[in-house]
T-cell receptor
């Protein structure tokens, strides 16, 4: 069964600190992996997308990594800001006849001043 | 930057009533989607729509649900006889291609009382 698991469920950090969010997946056949940021009460917004051959992708203070062998990804946030408070969702795409987005449960990040 | 818009932002309805949620996808996109997110849970796929017909639907998308593209810009989700468990955020998304990035709207919060 295609699944995407994320950890931790929630995280509280102080402004300026770094943090790393984890994503483990069992999705086949794998197409790509995206990280989305979802502000409370809003739709998800794409941060990064990585294909099988990519190990790392950056978008400003966000850096995503992908290990296709272990089926793990991480999202590292550098020098966190209050505006980083949101849910971060790992989405893995599978191509098996159709093109599916498989959503993780998300990590809820709160950045405190 | 073009974006997906949704109306209304919040809809309150009584159990058994019909509701129509509206979306305006990005203008040159060809693939349209509805997702829902029950409070505190992960985003769930409902249906995808291409070339004026449903291309895929999930188990959630039963006979009480229908979608329509009544004109060249709007994409609607109708829930015929709402139930308490239909209370959720409903997100519309669109993409330019089957494997293209899906852009999500801000969502409609549906509350069924």
């Amino acid at each position: 069964k295609n699944q995407v698991e994320q950890s931790p469920q929630s995280l509280i950090i102080l402004e300026g600190k770094n943090c790393t969010l984890q994503c483990n997946y069992t999705v086949s056949p794998f197409s790509n992996l995206r990280w989305y940021k979802q502000d409370t009460g809003r739709g998800p917004v794409s941060l990064t997308i990585m294909t099988f051959s990519e190990n790392t992708k950056s978008n400003g203070r966000y850096t995503a990594t992908l290990d296709a062998d272990t089926k793990q990804s991480s999202l590292h946030i550098t020098a966190s800001q209050l505006s980083d408070s949101a849910s971060y969702i790992c989405v893995v795409s599978a191509t098996s006849g159709t093109y599916k987005y498989i959503f993780g449960t998300g990590t809820r990040l709160k950045v405190l001043a | 930057e073009p974006e997906v818009t949704q109306t209304p932002s919040h809809q309150v309805t009584q159990m058994g009533q019909e509701v129509i949620l509206r979306c305006v996808p990005i203008s040159n996109h060809l693939y349209f989607y509805w997702y829902r997110q029950i409070l505190g849970q992960k985003v769930e796929f409902l249906v995808s729509f291409y070339n004026n017909e449903i291309s895929e639907k999930s188990e959630i998308f039963d006979d009480q649900f229908s979608v329509e593209r009544p004109d060249g810009s709007n994409f609607t989700l109708k829930i015929r006889s709402t139930k308490l468990e239909d209370s959720a955020m409903y997100f519309c998304a669109s993409s330019g291609g089957l494997a293209g990035d899906r852009y999500f709207g801000p969502g409609t919060r549906l509350t069924v009382t």
